[in-house]
């Protein structure tokens, strides 16, 4: 089982939807958990972390489930400046490095 | 824009070549890190330095080797670059505590004739 798995899309949606993206990670001792955004032929950044009573941040919202090691992001009210990879990331178990999912692809159209 | 920077952006090498790629970060981060993307492959960790003075593995690092030159600089170096190598390489750095997110250079696109 790979540390960080996504489903690599695509989704398809149009303006204003909700959309939700899944992830899995292997690791139980996984201390911190992040989602990043890439912008095709760009860097990630930072989106957002993810805390354990679930966090929001104006239309996005990141939930932890440790007991299912499951983490989602959900995007209400889709913009078309949404279209992007977005990267599950989870600390790993000696905190010295972050792993990062393959990225799931969203693309918003009008 | 100040965070961290890469040199260079871009680069085409023959079989054999050698080069080494540049990274700096002016935030006092302890942790740097050089990842390889390719597509449909994500994000793959080839070299990491938890604080300066010492390097570690990760998950592909076979044909690169790295030096943390100081706490601002880890470089990247393939000593006989082989298609394979034909990536895009990230830098990134990391302050170190609890649930610090990662910042990443602009990349450098690598091609490998």
């Known amino acids: 089982r790979k540390e960080v798995e996504q489903d690599p899309g695509p989704f398809n949606v149009p303006e204003g939807a909700t959309v939700a993206f899944n992830c899995t990670y292997s690791n139980s001792a996984s201390q911190s958990f992040f989602w990043y955004r890439q912008d095709c032929r760009k860097e990630p950044k930072l989106l957002m972390s993810v805390y354990s009573s679930g966090n929001e941040d104006g239309r996005f919202t990141a939930q932890l489930n440790r007991a299912s090691q499951y983490i989602s992001l959900l995007i209400r009210d889709s913009k078309l400046s949404d279209s992007a990879t977005y990267l599950c990331?989870?600390?790993?178990?000696?905190?010295?490095?972050?792993?990062f999912g393959k990225g799931t692809t969203l693309s918003v159209s009008s | 824009n100040a965070g961290v920077t890469q040199t260079p952006k871009f680069q085409v090498l023959k079989t054999g070549q050698s080069m080494t790629l540049q990274c700096a970060q002016d935030?006092?981060?302890?942790?740097m890190y050089w990842y390889r993307q390719d597509p449909g492959m994500g994000l793959r960790l080839i070299y990491y330095s938890a604080s300066e003075g010492t390097t570690d593995k990760g998950e592909v690092p076979n044909g690169y080797n790295v030096s943390r030159l100081n706490k601002r600089e880890f470089s990247l170096r393939l000593e006989s670059a082989a298609p394979s190598q034909t990536s895009v390489y990230f830098c990134a750095s990391l302050f170190g505590t609890d649930n610090q997110p990662q910042h990443f250079g602009d990349g450098t696109r690598l091609s490998i004739l």
């Open positions: 990331v989870v600390m790993n178990q000696a905190g010295t490095a972050l792993i």
């Open positions: 935030m006092n981060h302890n942790s």
